[in-house]
Nanobody, 116 residues
Framework: VQLVESGGGLVQAGGSLRLSCAASGISFSIKTMGWFRQSPGKQRELVAV????????NYADSVKGRFTISRDNAEKVMYLQMNNLKPEDTAVYFCAVLGYLGRNYWGQGTQVTVSS
């Protein structure tokens, strides 16, 4: 399983970014996947998750109404649309496949920096 994130960068507060996570080596459509983030000195935290069965989504309270998780099963890509970004959203963002063959798989991360 290989996950590759892209789309991070530097943006001003109030701006938008769309992160992408390209997956390979996995049957993409039947897996629960999510986005996590980690800031310096803090633990990695869940940002959003998309459940494979039924396609339901869950978001951290801090991003509700601003971030949207989605996936394209045909292209094996997961997205995180981030709008109205805030400086506190600055972090390394990781995509993950959760609970596949008894473990979680992680991408290498992409840096998102929001300037005030």
């Amino acid at each position: 399983v290989q996950l590759v994130e892209s789309g991070g960068g530097l943006v001003q507060a109030g701006g938008s970014l769309r992160l992408s996570c390209a997956a390979s080596g996995i049957s993409f459509s039947i897996k629960t996947m999510g986005w996590f983030r980690q800031s310096p000195g803090k633990q990695r935290e869940l940002v959003a998750v998309l459940v494979s069965a039924g396609g339901s989504t869950n978001y951290a309270d801090s991003v509700k109404g601003r971030f949207t998780i989605s996936r394209d099963n045909a292209e094996k890509v997961m997205y995180l649309q981030m709008n109205n970004l805030k400086p506190e959203d600055t972090a390394v963002y990781f995509c993950a496949v959760l609970g596949y063959l008894g473990r979680n798989y992680w991408g290498q991360g992409t840096q998102v920096t929001v300037s005030s």
